[in-house]
T-cell receptor, first 114, second 113 residues
Framework: KAGVTQTPRYLIKTRGQQVTLSCSPISGHRSVSWYQQTPGQGLQFLFE???????NKGNFPGRFSGRQFSNSRSEMNVSTLELGDSALYLC?????????????FGQGTRLTVV | AQTVTQSQPEMSVQEAETVTLSCTYDTSESDYYLFWYKQPPSRQMILVIRQEAYKQQNATENRFSVNFQKAAKSFSLKISDSQLGDAAMYFC??????????FGAGTRLTVKP
C-alpha cells in the first residue's frame, strides 16, 4: 500500500506570493490533517478534514486554508506569503477521525519564503 | 488548553543501553490518547507507541514501552537495547476526542556506538 504522498517536496516562493501544497492520503483513509513544523514553534496543527469537511482548525490566520476532495486528496493554500511561513508542512492521514487512530505522515513539503 | 511538555531537548544513550524520554501534559479531560512519534532525518514521522488514557496497563511495543501515570499526567517512553537506528527526534503527543493532536517540542536522541 502506498504511503502518504506530499508534493512538491521542496518549494521556494517570494514574499507576497501564494502557494498550494498537495497531499494524497493512503488509499481508504478519509481523514487528512495538516501540520506546520518550525524550529521555533515546533509542530503546530493547521486543520483536519474528514469526508470533504473541515472538522478542526488550529490557531492560524485566514491566509491558511485547505480543502479535501471526494477522493480524500487534500490541498492547503497559503496566500500572501510571509517570511515566517517558511517551514516544513506535514500531512497525515487516518482511516477515520483520528482519536486513537494512528496518523500516518508524509515526508512533508519544505517551503522557503524569500 | 492542553499542553505537552518535553523537558529534555537532547538525550544520549550508548548502543544496547536503556534510555527514558520524559513527557508531561496538562489537561482537564478524562478521556484522551497519548502517542510517541519518531522523526528520523528523513523527516517522516513514524508512530512508535500509543496509549489510551482509560487503560491502566502500560503499552509495550517490542523494545519500546511507556510509563503512564495518569494522576501525575506523565507519559514517559523507555527504549531498551538501544540501536543506532533509534537515533531521531521523538515527539510526545496528546489528543482528546474531536480535538487536534498537540505535540511536545521534541527530544533529540543520539545513540553512541
Amino acid at each position: 500500500k502506498a504511503g502518504v504522498t506530499q508534493t512538491p517536496r521542496y518549494l521556494i516562493k517570494t514574499r507576497g506570493q501564494q502557494v498550494t501544497l498537495s497531499c494524497s492520503p493512503i488509499s481508504g483513509h478519509r481523514s487528512v490533517s495538516w501540520y506546520q513544523q518550525t524550529p521555533g514553534q515546533g509542530l503546530q496543527f493547521l486543520f483536519e478534514y474528514f469526508s470533504e469537511t473541515q472538522r478542526n482548525k488550529g490557531n492560524f490566520p485566514g491566509r491558511f486554508s485547505g480543502r479535501q476532495f471526494s477522493n480524500s486528496r487534500s490541498e492547503m493554500n497559503v496566500s500572501t506569503l510571509e517570511l515566517g511561513d517558511s517551514a516544513l508542512y506535514l500531512c497525515a492521514s487516518s482511516p477515520r477521525l483520528q482519536g486513537f487512530s494512528e496518523a500516518f505522515f508524509g515526508q512533508g513539503t519544505r517551503l522557503t519564503v524569500v | 488548553a492542553q499542553t505537552v511538555t518535553q523537558s529534555q531537548p537532547e538525550m544520549s544513550v550508548q548502543e544496547a543501553e536503556t534510555v527514558t524520554l520524559s513527557c508531561t501534559y496538562d489537561t482537564s479531560e478524562s478521556d484522551y490518547y497519548l502517542f510517541w512519534y519518531k522523526q528520523p532525518p528523513s523527516r517522516q514521522m513514524i508512530l512508535v507507541i500509543r496509549q489510551e488514557a482509560y487503560k491502566q496497563q502500560n503499552a509495550t511495543e517490542n523494545r519500546f514501552s511507556v510509563n503512564f501515570q495518569k494522576a501525575a499526567k506523565s507519559f514517559s517512553l523507555k527504549i531498551s537495547d538501544s540501536q543506532l537506528g533509534d537515533a531521531a527526534m521523538y515527539f510526545c503527543a496528546y489528543r482528546s476526542n474531536n480535538n487536534d493532536m498537540r505535540f511536545g517540542a521534541g527530544t533529540r536522541l543520539t545513540v553512541k556506538p
